[in-house]
């Protein structure tokens, strides 16, 4: 190959199902040392195209080019016994999810030693070795105990650089990366994205598949922006992010919450473009004597909890958490993962007993009396998960679900509730027609909507929302954001967030927690705290944070 030859030349791209076509004719070429990031929604057909790169578009499938030539090679009518030549040692592919891309009954060592083993003629301790090397070289410390360890005993992070050693064990001159970051906390996500970003200055061709223009916008070169199966602009980093062209990038680029004020619309198909005002009610519950203090609708003082490691060990998950939730606002939490953050979420939903400290919701006990004193209060406090698709019951309607919700356990009748159910529908968005429709035949933005209209069918006052939009597209989310947004100013809702999100956090709250290794380092009114932290883990994690995409000075 030339030395100025792409590593990656595809041109008139068309991959099929069944006669249904999901990729159409798309084209681009990566050079050494360069990164294409290839960015697009959920069904946009951009992981479709990376799979169809290294063979593995799936059952089915038909793939058709003009050209599809990888490290110098034409790939169009490759044998499976060349494509797994292909695989690993010229082309490396790491994929998103890392925990079910790991075998979980075999080590990390013995995962990456599979491509050492099948394409290089090492003895057994000399790949050993190698594999030591290779989880140093990704940044894992104690490397030789990784290596002895299974995925399963690996936070997310470390599996995903994993992950990435398994993919660059034989120096591939092209890395294929499919969503490398998805749900990883800031500072994980951040090195992840170093790492790749030292692949790519060591002279690797990369193609970076993500629905993240803003975590993409770190490494990439250039960037192709993909909708429905079709790239619809494409060109270096500076113009997609500054001026792009296309609508539907403006549309994404307008969806990031990053930079955006409070009450900001996110997305153009908002629910409600004018909210109601509060009602009278409303606006002044929950206020203190003739001196007008607002009372909170929700606060805890000294929370503790920890869990038993062994019979002389404890693991202490949170310790020390105050918090103040006001009505009609937002308390945003933050943290990284093992922060504690919805450990604290479930003592304050009354779902896990506190081992110290007490939670009070509209000024009454509620963690340190039994459930069957906090039954007839239930309805004033809500949950929104991270993912609704495992909180439904599959074999319900929505229908049905939000009977259950309105009959509290008494009846599931839709038809006692038909009315009710229909509000609540188009309370979030939802049309009627999709009250018979089951959970799983909904998108992710639906079913998070009718989660959503399940919490909200008790008139609850307070919400607590556990990464409510983490698992979603930045289309989707804004709209979800929104909505959240709206309903607040209409219903005069409070709300808890948690995220380890800090664009999110940001756009949403009004005061925010930021909690480490269960405590809380820092608090106070959301922007101060954005703009002047006084914590150095705030700082770390503020500096880790994707930047915000109206201001390309912050790329370098």
């Keep these: 190959m030339s030395a100025t030859a792409p590593l990656l030349r595809v041109k008139d791209l068309d991959v099929s199902f069944g006669g249904n076509s999901v990729v159409n004719g798309i084209s681009f070429t990566v050079h050494p040392g360069e990164c294409l990031a290839l960015v697009g929604e959920s069904g946009s057909g951009k992981s479709?195209?990376?799979?169809?790169?290294?063979?593995?578009?799936?059952?089915?499938?038909?793939?058709?080019?003009?050209?599809?030539?990888?490290?110098?090679?034409?790939?169009?009518?490759?044998?499976?016994?060349?494509?797994?030549?292909?695989?690993?040692?010229?082309?490396?592919?790491?994929?998103?999810?890392?925990?079910?891309?790991?075998?979980?009954?075999?080590?990390?060592?013995?995962?990456?030693?599979d491509a050492l083993r099948l394409h290089s003629s090492g003895s057994g301790s000399q790949r050993a070795a190698r594999v030591v090397e290779l989880l140093e070289a990704v940044g894992l410390d104690n490397p030789l105990r990784r290596a002895s360890q299974r995925s399963g005993e690996l936070s997310g992070g470390m599996r995903q650089r994993a992950l990435i050693a398994s993919a660059i064990a034989l120096d591939p001159l092209l890395i294929i990366a499919d969503e490398p970051t998805t749900a990883l906390d800031a500072t994980i996500a951040a090195s992840v994205m170093e790492l790749l970003g030292d692949l790519r200055r060591a002279g690797s061709a990369m193609l970076l598949i993500s629905h993240d223009l803003a975590t993409v916008s770190r490494v990439a070169d250039s960037i192709a922006v993909m909708a429905a199966g079709r790239i619809v602009e494409s060109g270096p980093r500076e113009q997609i992010i500054n001026s792009p062209q296309h609508p539907y990038t403006r549309a994404l680029l307008a969806a990031a919450p990053a930079g955006k004020p409070r009450f900001a619309k996110l997305s153009p198909a908002s629910t409600h473009p004018t909210p109601a005002p509060l009602q009278p009610e409303q606006a002044t519950a929950n206020k203190g004597g003739e001196d007008g203090v607002v009372?909170?609708?929700?606060?805890?003082?000294?929370?503790?909890?920890?869990?038993?490691?062994?019979?002389?060990?404890?693991?202490?998950?949170?310790?020390?958490?105050?918090?103040?939730?006001?009505?009609?606002?937002?308390?945003?939490?933050?943290?990284?993962?093992?922060?504690?953050?919805?450990?604290?979420?479930?003592?304050?939903?009354?779902?896990?007993?506190?081992?110290?400290?007490?939670?009070?919701?509209?000024?009454?006990?509620?963690?340190?009396?039994?459930?069957?004193?906090?039954?007839?209060?239930?309805?004033?406090?809500?949950?929104?998960?991270?993912?609704?698709?495992?909180?439904?019951?599959?074999?319900?309607?929505?229908?049905?679900?939000?009977?259950?919700?309105?009959?509290?356990?008494?009846?599931?009748?839709?038809?006692?509730?038909?009315?009710?159910?229909?509000?609540?529908?188009?309370?979030?968005?939802?049309?009627?027609?999709?009250?018979?429709?089951?959970?799983?035949?909904?998108?992710?933005?639906?079913?998070?909507?009718?989660?959503?209209?399940?919490?909200?069918?008790?008139?609850?006052?307070?919400?607590?929302?556990?990464?409510?939009?983490?698992?979603?597209?930045?289309?989707?989310?804004?709209?979800?954001?929104?909505?959240?947004?709206?309903?607040?100013?209409?219903?005069?809702?409070?709300?808890?967030?948690?995220?380890?999100?800090?664009?999110?956090?940001?756009?949403?709250?009004?005061?925010?927690?930021?909690?480490?290794?269960?405590?809380?380092?820092?608090s106070g009114a959301t922007e101060s705290v954005f703009t002047a932290p006084a914590h150095e883990y705030t700082r770390s994690l503020l500096a880790a944070a994707p930047p915000s995409l109206s201001s390309m000075e912050q790329l370098g």
């Design 48 to 113: 479709v195209t990376a799979r169809s790169l290294i063979g593995l578009a799936g059952p089915g499938s038909r793939v058709r080019a003009t050209a599809l030539d990888i490290a110098g090679r034409d790939a169009r009518n490759f044998s499976q016994r060349s494509w797994r030549s292909l695989r690993g040692k010229e082309v490396g592919f790491i994929l998103q999810d890392a925990l079910t891309s790991l075998d979980p009954l075999r080590t990390v060592g013995k995962e990456i030693d």
């Design 295 to 522: 009372l909170p609708v929700l606060s805890a003082r000294g929370l503790a909890k920890n869990f038993p490691l062994s019979k002389t060990e404890d693991f202490r998950a949170v310790h020390n958490v105050n918090f103040d939730l006001l009505p009609g606002q937002t308390l945003g939490v933050v943290g990284e993962s093992g922060s504690g953050k919805t450990t604290t979420a479930r003592m304050a939903l009354g779902l896990l007993r506190p081992d110290a400290g007490t939670v009070e919701l509209l000024g009454g006990p509620w963690s340190q009396v039994p459930e069957s004193a906090r039954r007839s209060r239930r309805s004033s406090l809500g949950a929104v998960y991270q993912d609704p698709l495992s909180s439904f019951d599959p074999r319900l309607s929505a229908e049905a679900i939000l009977a259950d919700a309105l009959s509290f356990g008494a009846t599931r009748n839709p038809r006692a509730f038909k009315q009710q159910i229909l509000e609540l529908l188009g309370l979030v968005g939802l049309a009627p027609d999709l009250a018979q429709r089951r959970p799983t035949t909904l998108s992710g933005g639906q079913r998070q909507r009718l989660a959503i209209a399940r919490a909200l069918a008790a008139k609850p006052k307070v919400l607590i929302c556990d990464e409510p939009v983490s698992a979603l597209d930045v289309s989707v989310q804004a709209q979800v954001l929104d909505l959240l947004d709206e309903l607040q100013q209409r219903l005069g809702l409070s709300y808890l967030l948690i995220s380890h999100d800090l664009a999110v956090i940001r756009h949403m709250s009004d005061h925010v927690l930021v909690m480490r290794t269960g405590e809380v380092v820092e």
